[in-house]
């Protein structure tokens, strides 16, 4: 009788090993695929800055008011923008997928996660901030104009980044199901893993 459990549980465990071989994931490939996320988040990123940088400089000399102010803060916020799009995607295109280890890799997929929810919260603070310089131009002796236009451009482009923000967090989480596959677990969780 014990024979028979022992060889059971023997051969569940081995067959137990088997699937959780099939279905691990190979971390190089989990670490190219979280640079490809960021490298296209930095292009989306970039791509945006660039429209707007090129509609703002073209646009502002033909219109006047609070639509010129709006066209000027466009192109320059989003000079930023283009700035913190190139580094990201530079250093996206730098690193080594094979060269991360385990910790280095959670780390990094953790930390971009973290990132963007931390960038999301000061996108609801950029938009908060435009519509305060949209309200501040109501008052009297400011330059309103300015003060609107820049409040609607800067709301435009947290909107905008918040929207990109929390696309990026969620397309990030989605990958978070593959963790327990790279500690050596199964779909149904971590466990024993014994090879003969």
């Keep these: 009788m014990i024979i028979r459990l022992t060889l059971l549980l023997v051969l569940s465990l081995t067959i137990y090993g088997l699937q959780a071989q099939r279905i691990q994931v190979d971390l190089p490939s989990f670490n190219q695929q979280s640079l490809d996320h960021q490298k296209t988040a930095m292009l989306t ?83 908060m901030g435009g519509l305060y310089l949209t309200e501040r131009a109501k008052r009297p002796d400011v330059n309103s104009d300015q003060l609107k236009g820049f409040g609607r451009s800067i709301m435009l482009q947290g909107a905008f980044l918040m929207v990109f923000d929390l696309a990026n967090y969620f397309i990030a989480t989605g990958r978070n199901g593959e963790i327990p596959l790279l500690l050596g677990g199964t779909e149904n969780g971590i466990g024993l893993l014994l090879n003969f």
């Design 45 to 127: 990123l970039g791509g945006w800055a660039v429209a707007n940088i090129a509609a703002g400089a073209a646009l502002q000399g033909s219109a006047d008011g609070s639509t010129k102010h709006f066209h000027r803060m466009n192109a320059l916020w989003n000079g930023v923008n283009l700035a913190i799009a190139g580094l990201g995607y530079y250093t996206a295109m730098k690193s080594d997928p094979a060269a991360w280890d385990l910790a280095s890799s959670l780390s990094s997929h953790n930390g971009f996660q973290k990132v963007l929810l931390f960038n999301a919260g000061l996108d609801v603070g950029y938009i």
